[in-house]
């Protein structure tokens, strides 16, 4: 089990940045892929960003690409997403998740590749 807790969420002006965390414990971190999803009232969950297990890679979603940063640091377990330009269209609920490594296929924009979910944080940017 991996258990995730995302912070760093609030309330902030359009063109504005918030940097959202998110703090894993149980199995070892380093031995997971890592998500960043988000769902607004009335739409399905989205993929944002992702991050492979060893921070090699990393992927965006076209609507983030260019504003929003992944980052991860294995020594303190820790997944963050720095948005900047902030937008009212981003407003939602962010969530981090989690998928082993080991597993042969990695899925990253779509939800179900996840094992493991955090249990949100809002955001809310204001025009």
């Known amino acids: 089990q991996v258990q995730l807790v995302e912070s760093g969420g609030g309330l902030v002006q359009a063109g504005g940045s918030l940097r959202l965390s998110c703090a894993a414990s149980g199995r070892t971190f380093s031995n997971h892929n890592m998500g960043w999803f988000r769902q607004a009232p009335g739409k399905e969950r989205e993929f944002v960003a992702a991050?492979?297990?060893?921070?090699?890679?990393?992927y965006y979603a076209e609507l983030v690409n260019g504003r929003f940063t992944i980052s991860r640091d294995n020594a303190k377990n820790t997944v963050s997403l720095q948005m900047n330009s902030l937008k009212p269209e981003d407003t939602a609920v962010y969530y981090c998740a989690a998928r082993s490594r080991w597993v042969i296929t990695w899925d990253y924009r779509n939800p179900d590749g996840y094992d493991y979910w955090g249990q949100g944080t809002q955001v809310t940017v204001s025009s």
């Open positions: 991050i492979s297990w060893n921070g090699g890679s990393t």
